[in-house]
């Protein structure tokens, strides 16, 4: 059970739109839709931003957007704002366990 | 809105049994699924693994010889036990809502650092 690939670092400027990928295999992310997106700022916990790859919980800013494709999910904040600065996490079912990404740091610049 | 908090020692001697508690307030533990992950410092989340509103568990095979976790329905509380620690099990914890049907942690605590040394 390896962890998902994310890319350590992303950053765009306010305003502007910023993508983070999450790549596995086709036993977790490209087997099941079930991909989460969670965003953790520094001493927090995280916070679930997306599940069963698209869908947002309440609460959550529709800039704030999932896709897939494959065995790669995908993150995509549109309309970046200071607030959004902050560490993702993507996760994956994988077969009655679950499994993490790398994590990616987002800054904005 | 549920509100999970977990407690428990936070230093643990090599060897020894990592013993914390989750208390849910807000909801019932009699529904829904609780499960608990851990985050080493300046590094990523792992799922250790979770337990079923019934009691039915499954953890993360990398874990699952020295994890334990278990259900307290009479205190609203759900547990975690992981045995013969070493320094690389050095983690914040944390405790967290399941939702089973979308693999999603819906609700966390807020996290308790436990430190394995002598």
């Known amino acids: 059970q390896s962890a998902l690939t994310q890319p350590p670092s992303a950053s765009g400027s306010p305003g502007q739109s910023v993508t983070i990928s999450c790549t596995g295999t086709?036993?977790?992310?490209?087997?099941?839709?079930?991909v989460s997106w969670y965003q953790q700022h520094p001493g927090k916990a995280p916070k679930l931003m997306i599940y069963e790859v698209t869908k947002r919980p309440s609460g959550v800013p529709d800039r704030f957007s999932g896709s897939k494709s494959g065995n790669t999910a995908s993150l995509t904040v549109s309309g970046l704002q200071a607030e959004d600065e902050a560490d993702y996490y993507c996760?994956?079912?994988?077969?009655?366990?679950?499994?993490f990404g790398t994590g990616t740091k987002v800054t904005v610049l | 809105q549920v509100q999970l908090q977990e407690s428990g020692p936070g230093l643990v001697k090599p060897s020894e049994t990592l013993s914390l508690t989750c208390t849910v307030s807000g909801g019932s533990i009699s529904s829904h699924y609780w499960t608990w992950i851990r985050q080493p410092p300046g590094k990523g989340l792992e799922w250790i693994g979770y337990?079923?509103?019934?009691?039915?568990?499954n953890y993360n095979p990398s874990l699952k010889s020295r994890v334990t976790v278990s259900l307290d329905t009479s205190k609203n509380q759900f547990s975690l036990k992981l045995s013969s620690v070493t320094a690389a099990d050095t983690a914040v914890y944390y405790c967290?809502?399941?939702?089973?049907?979308?693999?999603?942690?819906?609700?966390w605590g807020q996290g308790t650092l436990v430190t394995v040394s002598s």
């Open positions: 967290a809502k399941f939702s089973g049907p979308s693999w999603a942690l819906l609700s």
């Open positions: 086709s036993s977790d992310v490209g087997g099941y839709n079930y």
């Open positions: 996760s994956s079912y994988a077969g009655s366990t679950e499994v």
């Open positions: 337990i079923s509103y019934s009691g039915s568990t």
